[in-house]
């Protein structure tokens, strides 16, 4: 059973950065494909990026390249999510999921309680 805890949220203005961490327990952290999601009010979850077990790989949603950045440090067991330039339609809250699937919605992947970013204008 792996357990992830989500930090680093809170109130930013528009243009701002912030950085979320995901530290996981209870699991080998480095068997798992890592991903960050996020859920408006009123709005289906939707993949934000992901990072392959060995922190080689990601991949990013199209509304966040060029702004956001996923890493992974598996001796610490800490996945992160940069977030620069952020716009107020990145409010939200954001969930790290561990899954043995790569980038996707995973309903038997392991999920944190979430964080909540809010970007004011």
């Known amino acids: 059973q792996v357990r992830l805890v989500e930090s680093g949220g809170g109130l930013v203005q528009a243009g701002g950065s912030v950085r979320l961490s995901c530290t996981a327990s209870?699991?080998?952290?480095?068997?798992?494909?890592m991903g960050w999601f996020r859920q408006a009010p009123g709005k289906e979850r939707e993949f934000i990026a992901a990072?392959?077990?060995?922190?080689?790989?990601?991949r990013y949603a199209d509304s966040v390249k060029g702004r956001f950045t996923i890493s992974r440090d598996n001796a610490k067991n800490i996945v992160y999510l940069q977030m620069n330039t952020l716009k107020p339609e990145d409010t939200a809250v954001y969930y790290c999921?561990?899954?043995?699937?790569?980038?996707?919605?995973?309903?038997?992947?392991?999920w944190g309680q979430g964080t909540q970013v809010t970007v004011s204008s």
């Open positions: 209870g699991g080998t952290f480095s068997a798992y494909h």
């Open positions: 990072i392959d077990r060995s922190g080689v790989w990601s």
């Open positions: 999921q561990a899954s043995q699937k790569y980038a996707i919605i995973d309903e038997y992947g392991y």
